[in-house]
């Protein structure tokens, strides 16, 4: 069974950063894909950024510039650093994790003010 815990979501202004992060445990392969996507109200979910066990990486055009993702493989722990946050950023942003099949975390609000 995998478990994955997110935090680092929150209240921020526009123009603002969060970072969140997103720790795996459990039975997880060493080759895996972990990542981030959001859902906003009204909409569907949407991938925001993936990457690899080996740092290949895939963006949302939107994000593009603004967002980076990265992890630490020792620590089966994925981040998003996100920048120049704007209202439209606002969502509850969940961490996957794709290895035999794909999981989800609990999800965690970010909030942008403008």
């Known amino acids: 069974q995998v478990q994955l815990v997110e935090s680092g979501g929150g209240l921020v202004q526009a123009g603002g950063s969060l970072r969140l992060s997103c720790a795996a445990s459990?039975?997880?392969?060493?080759?895996?894909?972990m990542g981030w996507y959001r859902q906003a109200p009204g909409k569907q979910r949407e991938l925001v950024a993936v990457?690899?066990?080996?740092?290949?990486?895939n963006y949302a055009d939107s994000v593009k510039g603004r967002f980076t993702i990265s992890r630490d493989n020792a620590k089966n722990t994925v981040y998003l650093q996100m920048n120049s946050l704007g209202p439209e950023d606002t969502a509850v942003y969940y961490c996957?994790?794709?290895?035999?099949?794909?999981?989800w975390g609990q999800g965690t609000q970010v909030t942008v003010s403008s």
């Open positions: 996957n994790l794709v290895t035999h099949r794909a999981y």
């Open positions: 990457i690899t066990s080996r740092g290949i990486t």
């Open positions: 459990g039975s997880i392969f060493s080759s895996n894909l």
